[in-house]
Antibody, heavy 116, light 113 residues
């Protein structure tokens, strides 16, 4: 059973770049699509984007201008960069395995606060 | 974008009774060539990530109790918990994967009456 674990800073200053990594264990990253999803405090879920191990991506248009998702197959990891963050980007960030564009497995999530 | 609208926002049901959650999509998520509805349901308990319950609108994920039943087609879908148990207290979300951007409903909170 594949397991996912997010890691990265829990506090980011406004206008800076949020960077998170998802480590995949129990299986190879070069099999499925992988995704980032976020959840602002007390709110619903927002899909950020997908990546395939080959590097092909698909982003939510609402974030596309600020987002980069990348993959490192040698480390069995994929990463999220979100640029020019504001308080509206404060959320729990989840990484997830994708199957036919639904999400059978999720990481535990990592909270990120945007504040000076 | 496909907008997913869930109702009600919350509901309280007695233990052993039926809970019904509705999800409506702003356009059909039925793909005619394979006759599949691109609709999933998730359960999220406090402090935990969402857990996949149902995909293809009615297929139960492995290990999910059979009291969780997904139904519907096109634009109107329902998640039924046939006999509510204490461990079912959670927020439930629907998700469409017919088209990107992937979108989720706003969630329905289920509590014990």
């Amino acid at each position: 059973q594949v397991q996912l674990q997010e890691s990265g800073p829990g506090l980011v200053k406004p206008s800076e770049t949020l960077s998170l990594t998802c480590s995949v264990s129990g299986g190879s990253i070069d099999t499925y699509y992988w995704s980032w999803i976020r959840q602002p405090p007390g709110k619903g879920l927002e899909w950020i984007g997908f990546i395939y191990y080959s590097g092909s991506t698909n982003y939510n248009p609402s974030l596309k201008s600020r987002v980069t998702i990348s993959v490192d197959t040698s480390k069995n990891q994929f990463s999220l960069e979100l640029r020019s963050v504001t308080a509206a980007d404060t959320a729990i960030y989840y990484c997830a395995r994708v199957y036919t564009e639904y999400f059978p497995q999720w990481g535990q999530g990592t909270p990120v606060t945007v504040s000076s | 974008d496909i907008v997913m609208t869930q109702s009600p926002d919350s509901l309280a049901v007695s233990l052993g009774e039926r809970a019904t959650i509705n999800c409506k999509s702003s356009q059909s998520v039925l793909y005619s060539p394979n006759n599949k509805n691109y609709l999933a349901w998730y359960q999220q308990k406090p402090g935990q990530p969402p857990k996949l319950l149902i995909y293809w609108a009615s297929a139960r994920e492995s290990g999910v109790p059979d009291r969780f039943i997904g139904s519907g087609s096109g634009t109107d879908f329902t998640l039924t918990i046939s006999s509510l148990q204490a461990e079912d207290v959670a927020i439930y979300y629907c998700q469409q994967y017919f088209d990107t951007p992937i979108t989720f409903g706003g969630g329905t909170k289920v509590e014990i009456k």
